[in-house]
């Protein structure tokens, strides 16, 4: 199994107790969906290790875990801070204008005024806000990944409908073709 089939669930922050109970953060939206969870993997040095799940506790979006062969301070300690991962497969089918960022790039974008404006490169998480961002021949384009703009997501066509904010697209489009004039008439 390698990263790009997984997700990240989480980490381990620290060992509870004295018998290699492990304290889980799990970094997910639902973390309910996670309480009967019977494995996970465990990146060690840059490895996925598959390890299976004895006991787990769910408190809020951390877990108290214990893990099969993971008995000892010892052997919990070195596990410490590995960051875990399931199968992508483990994740819940999102419907309506609700998307993963791994599913997005090879979409189409469709803007309400401006039509087809490319294809989703990725998806650029920054703290503040996701950004698609989109490739249409030589323009890149990078449209907030925000749900108000956001129309409608067709996952069999493999299409997302947005309107983006007046002159958004515009100061992309408009900018790399003031570019080339200027270009052309230096070259004059």
């Known amino acids: 199994m ?3 089939e997984c997700f990240n669930l989480g980490y381990i922050a620290k060992r509870v107790g004295n018998f290699g109970e492990l304290s889980f953060v799990l970094d997910v939206d639902n973390p309910n969906s996670y309480k009967k969870l019977e494995s996970v ?4 040095n840059n490895t ?3 390890f299976f799940i004895k006991k787990i506790q769910l408190r809020g979006n951390t877990a108290v875990v214990a ?3 993971i008995d000892t301070i010892e052997k919990a300690e070195e596990i410490i801070k590995s960051s875990l991962y399931l199968p992508l497969s483990f994740l819940p089918p999102l ?3 609700k998307f993963y960022f791994h ?3 090879g979409y189409t974008v469709i803007d309400k005024s401006y039509g087809d404006i490319g294809i989703i490169e990725k998806i650029l998480d920054f703290p ?3 950004i698609f961002q989109i490739k249409k021949g030589e323009h890149e384009i990078l449209i907030p990944a925000k749900e108000e703009f956001i129309i409608s997501i067709n996952r069999r ?6 309107d983006a904010p007046e002159g958004l697209i515009d100061i992309y489009m408009n900018d790399k073709e003031e570019n080339n004039k200027e270009e052309e008439d230096a070259a004059d």
Do not use: N, S, Y
Request: no cysteine; proline share 7%.
């Open 2 to 4: 390698t990263k790009d």
């Open 41 to 44: 993997f465990v990146e060690l």
């Open 48 to 50: 996925l290790v598959p």
């Open 67 to 69: 893990i099969d062969g």
């Open 95 to 97: 419907k309506g204008k």
């Open 103 to 105: 599913e997005m790039p």
């Open 128 to 130: 503040q806000q996701a």
């Open 157 to 162: 066509t493999k299409q997302v409908e947005i």
